[in-house]
């Protein structure tokens, strides 16, 4: 499943970290507080930072969370203090926004011949109605 997902690079103090969405770290990030999770909700943190509703403090402990992963010593405050001067506030914002939600791949081209076939075998066999623009 991690396939579809953008790897994300966190740059923290000078060091770069590359980070591999998993189901296991976005379900982490989802769960409920009162299970050990972070209890944020990634298509809300999404909508809300689309809409201008910039949640850094979210986007913080979403970011401390992944680099103690990777084995860095940092607690939310010190993630918090690095986005408000990293100098790409929207960049990071979005680089950890978009790496939760799949990669749309287009079709190689043989999936689209057979794609295109299906579809005209529908047609001929009746089971899809056409319309006329």
Do not use: C, W
């Not at 944020?40 to 402990?61: D, K, T, Y």
């Not at 607690?75 to 914002?93: M, N, R």
């Amino acid at each position: 499943m991690a396939a579809i997902f953008n790897d994300i690079v966190i740059e923290y103090k000078g060091k770069k970290h590359s980070i591999k969405p998993t189901f296991e770290l976005i379900n982490q990030i989802e769960r409920p507080l009162t299970s050990g999770g972070l209890g944020i909700s990634l298509a809300g943190l999404s909508g809300r930072s689309s809409r201008g509703e910039i949640p850094i403090s979210e986007i913080a402990r979403i970011m401390a969370y992944m680099l103690r992963e990777k084995g860095v010593a940092l607690d939310d405050g010190d993630a918090y203090e690095a986005i408000l001067t990293s100098g790409d506030l929207q960049g990071l914002i979005t680089a950890i926004t978009s790496a939760f939600f799949p990669v749309i791949r287009e079709p190689a081209k043989s999936d689209k011949k057979k794609q295109s076939q299906k579809q005209k075998s529908k047609i001929l066999s009746g089971e899809e109605s056409t319309t006329s623009e």
